[in-house]
């Protein structure tokens, strides 16, 4: 199953637009130890964004860090509870921790 990150443009800020949109770029490029890391940033400066726990759970899934992925979807979901995406993916988190 190939995952998509959420687009940034639901940022708040133009710092947080700026590395979410980095983030997404190392994503899409397969570099998810920068993209976690930008994804870092965003929260750090707008902890408040639903999108970019979605986007950072996406990366932690992809390099098989489940557990961390299944607090990121958490997070998501306690602001987008009609996800049904994330609801997906939280599901297989939880199945694939061990």
Same mark, same amino acid.
């Given at each position: #199953?190939? /995952?998509?990150? =959420?687009? +940034? *443009?639901?940022?708040? $800020?133009? =710092?947080?637009? *700026? +590395?979410?949109?980095?983030?997404? $770029?190392?994503?899409?490029?397969?570099?998810?130890?920068?993209? #976690?890391? #930008?994804?870092? #940033?965003? &929260?750090?400066?707008?902890?408040?964004?639903?999108?970019v726990y979605f986007n950072r759970g996406c990366s932690y899934m992809a390099v098989g860090l489940f557990e961390k992925a299944k607090d990121d979807f958490s997070k998501? /979901? =306690?602001?987008?509870?009609? *996800? %049904? %995406?994330?609801? =997906?993916?939280?599901?297989?988190?939880?199945?694939? &921790?061990?």
């Amino acid at each position: #199953m190939e /995952l998509k990150v =959420k687009p +940034y *443009d639901l940022l708040d $800020t133009i =710092k947080g637009e *700026d +590395y979410i949109f980095e983030g997404n $770029t190392f994503y899409n490029a397969n570099n998810f130890s920068l993209a #976690m890391e #930008m994804y870092n #940033m965003a &929260i750090k400066g707008n902890d408040v964004n639903p999108v970019v726990y979605f986007n950072r759970g996406c990366s932690y899934m992809a390099v098989g860090l489940f557990e961390k992925a299944k607090d990121d979807f958490s997070k998501y /979901l =306690k602001h987008n509870q009609n *996800d %049904e %995406e994330a609801h =997906k993916l939280l599901q297989q988190c939880q199945s694939l &921790i061990l």
